[in-house]
Every structure is written in C-alpha cells, then in structure tokens.
C-alpha cells in the first residue's frame, strides 16, 4: 500500500483541515502529521480505498483507519483528538 499522492490528498482537504486544528500535532510535509519526534497519522492508497494510519497510544503501532466516508473520517478526527487527549494528561 502506498502513501497517498497528492491527488488524494487533495480530496481529502476538509478532513485535513480538520486534522491540522487538533492541538498538538504538526503536519511535517502533506498528508503527514506528528507528535514531537514521532510520526502520529498519515495516510495509504489502494485499490479498496484511502486508509490513515494512526497512533492511537504513545507506545503503540499504527493503527489503520478507513476514511472513504464522511462517517469514517469523523471516526478518524474523534480517535485523533481521545488519542492526543489522553498524552496530555
């Protein structure tokens, strides 16, 4: 699975708005966002879709999101924003 190109990314510029709001995290180059020194959330292409990998727990792997739909990406921002939440406390 390849890391989504821009042509994806630009369809999922509302979702990357959204992405971009969350408090503590920084986009470092498209489509790619960070926690301090280590990668967060970025996104994959394939024949079945577009994916986000994320991390949903400091010391975890990724974990892989759909985000075809407005309900899956809504999905994506609220498990974001528990994750990015949670390392704050």
């Known amino acids: 699975m ?3 190109g821009p042509a994806t990314l ?4 509302p979702l990357l708005a959204r992405l971009r709001a969350l408090p503590g995290i920084v986009e470092r180059s498209p489509g790619c966002f960070y926690k301090g020194s280590k ?3 970025h996104f994959h292409e394939d024949p079945s879709g577009t ?3 994320v991390r949903l727990e400091a010391a975890s792997d990724f974990t892989r999101m759909r985000t075809g ?3 899956e990406q809504d999905a994506l921002v609220a498990a974001a924003t528990r994750a990015l939440e949670a390392a704050r406390k």
């Open 10 to 13: 630009q369809t999922l510029a």
């Open 51 to 53: 994916h986000a990998d």
């Open 2 to 4: 390849k890391h989504a």
């Open 39 to 41: 990668a967060f959330l």
């Open 69 to 71: 739909s407005a309900r």
